[in-house]
């Protein structure tokens, strides 16, 4: 019945996704097989993959209806105003008598006749769209383990949605941290691993949605994520971990002074890996389905039609998979790191 369940959901997920390809680019192409209107189409559709993966100053709901979002900028002074004022970038925005353009997702001093000025004073604290949903996940978050929190107070057993994050929260316990970390040594990690895995599970099954949502396909959000962690591992190790980083026991001196160096960029890579593994996964994960998607309006077949249409479909609920696998990957290995950080050694 589960199966059953996830089946229909990634289903009705990938006819989403297609019917926003289409309500973006609405094929007004007639089917004449011209090499120019072949090639307009193709460039429709890799422009429309690079617009999905951007960020942007406004939550485009689909093509034609767009939600402004606050632009804050830092210009000897904050300036504040809604996106809308630079009409998707065709007009300039003037606050306080300064006048700023948007062009390609970033924000340029200009004059009035729009040539662009000396920059280096623009500080942008816009709330764009991939911070405006990083801002309602933490906000479901908060209210959903609250509410998980309070449903205990009644009974042993939660209620509601808590009974759906209940498992998971033993999962991440009893798979995760207790295997990796130790049992005197989890609990004070656990806020923190609970946190970054249902944040990065649900952003990622926010990213399948037909609204061009890809937060953690964005390496400044992947990169913020590991640079946690990695603070967090450095200032809660203890000696045995710097000892084994600066002083290697038992091993010749002439070895430890070339593995010093080695064992410090080994501290920075661990993280770096966890920055490139989520975001080159989850952005792969959506050029490749943006891009069947948009064969299916290339092709001009009816069998290529369905063909694309299939493989779109199986690799939707592919996603799906992996969307929990890569919040789990970089739950496990964060744990890890944690791990190796506290573990007591006992060398000889």
């Known amino acids: 019945m589960m199966k059953a369940k996830l089946n229909i959901i ?3 997920l990938v006819l989403f996704s297609t019917t926003a390809f289409a309500l973006e680019h609405p094929d007004d192409h007639s ?3 011209g090499e120019g209107q072949t090639m307009d189409l193709k460039t429709e559709i890799k422009q429309t993959i690079k617009h999905h ?3 942007a100053h406004y939550f485009e709901l689909y093509h034609g209806l767009a939600m402004p979002l606050p632009v804050i900028i830092w210009d000897n002074g904050i300036h504040l105003f809604m996106s809308s004022s630079f009409d998707h970038g065709h007009t300039l925005a003037n606050s306080k008598g300064n006048y700023y353009n948007l062009d390609h997702g970033k924000i340029y001093k200009t004059d009035s006749e729009g040539h662009v000025l000396d920059n280096q004073s623009i500080i942008d604290f816009s709330i764009t769209k991939n911070v405006l949903v990083i801002i309602l996940m ?3 978050l908060l209210i959903s383990f609250s509410k998980l929190a ?3 107070k009644k009974g042993p057993i939660p209620t509601g ?6 498992p998971l929260v033993l999962f991440v316990r009893d798979d995760i941290a207790i295997p990796n970390i130790g049992e005197k040594h989890y609990k004070k990690y656990m806020s923190y691993l609970l946190t970054v895995f249902f944040f990065i599970w649900f952003l990622n099954l926010s990213g399948m949605m037909p609204l061009g949502i890809n937060v953690t396909g964005s390496i400044v959000v992947t990169f913020s994520l590991a640079l946690i962690t990695y603070f967090i591992t450095q200032f809660t190790a203890n000696k045995n971990y710097w000892g084994h980083i600066f002083w290697m026991p038992g091993v010749p001196v002439p070895m430890k002074i070339i593995l010093l160096p080695i064992e410090l960029l080994g501290t920075i890579i661990k993280p770096f890996s966890l920055m490139i593994r989520l975001y080159a996964n989850i952005t792969a994960g959506h050029v490749v389905l943006m891009s069947l998607i948009g064969l299916i309006y290339a092709a001009q077949h009816w069998l290529a039609n369905g063909a694309f249409f299939g493989l779109t479909l199986f690799l939707g609920v592919i996603e799906l998979l992996v969307a929990f696998l890569q919040a789990y990957i970089f739950t496990m290995l964060t744990a890890l790191y944690f791990g190796s950080a506290v573990e007591e050694h006992d060398d000889h």
């Open 138 to 140: 933490c906000a479901f």
């Open 161 to 166: 949605f808590g009974r759906i994050l209940e």
């Open 31 to 33: 089917h004449d097989h």
């Open 150 to 152: 309070r449903s205990y």
């Open 10 to 12: 990634a289903t009705l």
């Open 53 to 55: 993966l951007k960020d």
